[in-house]
C-alpha cells in the first residue's frame, strides 16, 4: 500500500463503444445498454456480430444441390434486421461482421476501431463447452485492449430499455489500493457523478491461510488497522470529488465478500480494475475480475 491515497481525477468517457451481438435476447439487452450509453456519452456506437467461418459439410443440404452458402452475408442480413427493429432511425452504429472464434474476433475489432469500452452479456448462444473452459465474456474480460461492461439484466429484459444502468442509484467499487483499482475508482466517481448515485468504496482484507500451527490473528488486526487508514484517506479524497461517496471494510475471500456487498448494498454496478497481466492462479482458475463477472449479481465494469 502507499502511504498516501492519489488525488481521484474523473475519467473521460468513451468516444467508442462496441457492442457485440449473436442474435440471442441476452446479447440483444447488451446491445440495447451499449446505445444507451453512446448516446449518453456522445460515443460512436459500434455492433459486431461474429460468424463461424464455412466448413465443408456445415451446410450439407445446400451443398448437395450446387449451393454455396455465404455466413457473413447472411449474418449482415440478420443484423440490419436487429438493429432497425431495436434502435431509433436517428442512430446509425458502424455496422461489422466478421469471421472467427467471438472472443478473439472482439478483442481484435476493439484494438483495431480503437473502441474504448465493450459492452457484452453474460450468457448467449453457447454450449456445454463454455461451461468447461470458460465464457465468452470471461476471455473477453481477460483479453481486451479496453475497459468491458458485462451487462446482467436481473428482471425481466423489456425492449427498447437497458439493464439498470439508466436507473443506477448505487454503485460499488472494489479497491485493492493497487494502481488498476485506482483507475477503477476515477471512473466509478465519474459514474456515480453522471447517474447521481451513491458511491460505496469497499476493500477486503483477505485472510491469511497456513498450514503452519501459528497464530495470525495480531497480523490479521494488523493489516486490518492499515487498511482502514488508508481507505480512510481514499474517502476523503474521493468526497472532494463527489460527497455522496462512504467506504467499507471487509475481511474474507475477496470474490464472495465482493459478491455479497452487491447485495447488501443493493448495487446497480459493480466496478473493478483489472491488469493485462497474469499469474499462473490467475490462468487455473481465472482473475478476480473474470471470477466476479461469472458471480456477481448484477452489472460489473472491468476497468483496464
Excluded at 447472411?74 to 431509433?88: C, D, I, Y
Excluded at 478483442?107 to 452479456?121: M, P, Q, R
Excluded at 479496453?146 to 427498447?160: D, E
Aim: hydrophobic letters at 40%.
Amino acid at each position: 500500500m502507499n502511504a498516501s491515497a492519489p488525488n481521484i481525477r474523473l475519467v473521460p468517457y468513451p468516444s467508442k463503444i462496441l457492442a457485440p451481438v449473436d442474435f440471442s435476447e441476452p446479447s440483444t439487452d447488451a446491445m440495447r445498454t451499449a446505445a444507451f450509453l453512446s448516446e449518453r456519452f456522445g460515443a460512436t456506437l459500434g455492433v459486431l456480430h461474429v460468424t463461424r467461418p464455412n466448413r465443408p459439410g456445415s451446410h450439407s443440404a445446400a451443398e448437395q444441390v450446387g449451393l454455396s452458402f455465404d455466413t457473413r452475408r447472411e449474418g449482415r442480413v440478420n443484423l440490419t434486421q436487429l438493429l432497425e427493429r431495436e434502435l431509433p432511425q436517428t442512430m446509425q452504429p458502424t455496422r461489422i461482421v466478421a469471421d472467427g472464434v467471438p472472443f478473439e474476433k472482439i478483442c481484435h475489432t476493439a484494438e483495431s476501431w480503437k473502441a474504448g469500452l465493450i459492452v457484452l452479456s453474460t450468457r448467449g448462444h453457447s454450449g456445454f463447452k463454455q461451461v468447461l473452459i470458460g465464457s465468452t465474456a470471461e476471455r473477453v474480460v481477460r483479453l481486451a485492449p479496453c475497459s468491458v461492461l458485462v451487462v446482467r439484466q436481473r428482471g425481466k429484459p423489456v425492449a427498447g430499455k437497458p439493464a439498470e444502468i439508466e436507473a443506477c442509484r448505487s454503485i460499488l467499487v472494489a479497491i485493492d489500493f493497487s494502481r488498476t483499482s485506482i483507475q477503477a475508482l476515477r471512473q466509478a466517481v465519474s459514474l456515480a457523478k453522471e447517474f447521481d448515485a451513491r458511491l460505496t468504496l469497499l476493500h477486503v482484507v483477505e485472510s491469511i491461510r497456513t498450514e503452519l500451527l501459528v497464530d495470525t490473528s495480531q497480523v490479521q488486526r494488523e493489516l486490518r488497522r492499515a487498511a482502514q487508514l488508508h481507505l480512510r484517506a481514499l474517502l476523503n479524497r474521493t468526497r472532494n470529488a463527489w460527497a455522496n461517496s462512504y467506504s467499507e471494510l471487509r475481511s474474507g475471500s475477496p470474490v464472495n465478500v465482493i459478491s455479497d456487498s452487491v447485495t447488501r448494498c443493493e448495487a446497480d454496478l459493480l466496478i473493478v480494475g483489472s491488469s493485462t497481466k497474469s499469474t499462473l492462479k490467475d490462468r487455473l482458475l481465472g482473475s478476480v475480475a473474470e471470477r466476479l463477472v461469472r458471480l456477481a449479481p448484477c452489472s460489473v465494469w472491468v476497468v483496464r
